[in-house]
């Protein structure tokens, strides 16, 4: 069966949907991983393995773009692709420390990920057909693939503290080299279909907030104080989504739209997949420190000593990361930042670095953030409500 290309009125398919739910698990899977280990190394191991499967999900979104993954060869891409990302997501709980028994996880881990690389590139050049020019770009990437890849199996094989240096590595060379070799060459067929697949992963991520106020409260009799903190919890998903999707993902969809050619291919790149990254990562941080703080909760209360310190670091940091991101994606988009994000950012900023010092409830610091939110969205439907209505119908009509 032949590769059924792309248009401008393509959208995401059935089988991009199962296949993000796939990818669902590994964002969950890392979430897990950082919750069971809360410390700053636990953290920033976490968010290289997170790094790591954002590119790998963004390279899929990129070649569902260039034909239609639900028909032809590509199909069947899609289903190996699912099938590693499975794997990956079964073994991120081993990918630094390695359980005794069974095969070695870290080498299983980095397996699972070279086929989703290698497959993407192998199917992509074919999806090409007669494009010579998307042919070279992906020609040219190889070289960077294959040497992240190697250091990843490299990684693999050392010790728990050095393989987080390679793997951070791994992923640098990848980002950096996507970037240092330009957007010339690249295709976005359907900007419509990138948009879309964009803000799905953003429901995904947003969702993971959700399941950690549910899977905290779960573990215990439910009270007063933890259905306090559980409204807030959902309070604060309310706000995520309302911080995007009011205004930012029809502003970049439309904005994609626009463009044409190399510049079109340099916004999707910068916009969706550089920083839609941070914003994902806001956002799942975020989740670490609810539901570290939430379980922190019992039917007695929470002593004052209870919450860690990365706990409040993981929920006012990916606060602050997530607006600032917010108001970067505005700047792409309007030639401008949003300040009300930016004073937002830097007031959780200070706020978190407060407290820290203090021994408050897990409340107060759940209070503090979901209100800051709540703060913003409000002002910003006084401020900017007709102005983002306009913006939104006039994308409908």
Do not use: K
């Not at 991983?33 to 191991?45: A, D, N, V, Y």
């Not at 791994?170 to 964009?198: K, M, N, Q, T």
């Not at 990916?318 to 988009?333: D, H, S």
């Not at 007031?347 to 709540?374: E, R």
């Amino acid at each position: 069966m032949p590769f059924l290309p792309t248009g401008d009125t393509h959208r995401v398919t059935t089988l991009e949907l199962l296949f993000d739910l796939v990818f669902v698990y590994a964002i969950t899977a890392v979430s897990e991983s950082i919750t069971q280990h809360l410390s700053p190394l636990g953290l920033t191991r976490g968010l290289v393995v997170m790094a790591l499967i954002w590119f790998g999900w963004s390279a899929y979104a990129w070649l569902g773009n260039q034909a239609r993954a639900d028909e032809g060869p590509l199909r069947v891409s899609m289903f190996i692709a699912m099938g590693g990302f499975f794997v990956v997501a079964l073994t991120i709980h081993e990918a630094y420390d390695d359980l005794p028994g069974g095969l070695p996880g870290p080498v299983v881990f980095v397996v699972a990920y070279a086929v989703i690389r290698l497959a993407h590139l192998v199917i992509y050049w074919v999806a090409a057909g007669d494009d010579t020019g998307l042919r070279q770009t992906i020609q040219h990437t190889l070289p960077t693939t294959l040497l992240a890849l190697t250091l990843l199996f490299v990684g693999a094989l050392v010790s728990p503290d050095p393989r987080l240096a390679v793997w951070a590595a791994a992923v640098l060379i990848d980002y950096v080299g996507v970037y240092v070799e330009g957007s010339r060459g690249w295709r976005v067929s359907a900007p419509g279909h990138f948009a879309e697949r964009h803000g799905l992963v953003m429901i995904i991520a947003i969702g993971e907030s959700v399941v950690s106020v549910a899977v905290a409260v779960s573990h215990h009799a439910i009270d007063w104080p933890l259905l306090i903190g559980g409204l807030l919890g959902i309070a604060l998903a309310i706000t995520l989504w309302r911080t995007y999707f009011n205004v930012i993902a029809v502003a970049a969809e439309h904005r994609l739209r626009e463009l044409s050619g190399d510049d079109r291919t340099r916004m999707a790149r910068d916009t969706f997949t550089y920083l839609h990254l941070p914003a994902v990562v806001g956002i799942l941080t975020m989740a670490v420190g609810l539901r570290s703080m939430l379980g922190d909760i019992d039917s007695h209360g929470a002593a004052e000593h209870d919450v860690p310190g990365t706990a409040i670091l993981a929920l006012y940091g990916g606060a602050a990361l997530y607006l600032v991101t917010m108001a970067v994606l505005r700047w792409q988009l309007r030639g401008s930042p949003s300040l009300p994000r930016l004073v937002t950012a830097a007031w959780l900023g200070v706020a978190g670095a407060g407290m820290a010092t203090l021994s408050a409830h897990p409340l107060v610091d759940i209070a503090v953030v979901t209100g800051s939110f709540l703060a913003l969205v409000t002002f910003d439907a006084v401020r900017y409500g007709q102005l983002t209505r306009e913006i939104r119908l006039g994308e409908e009509a």
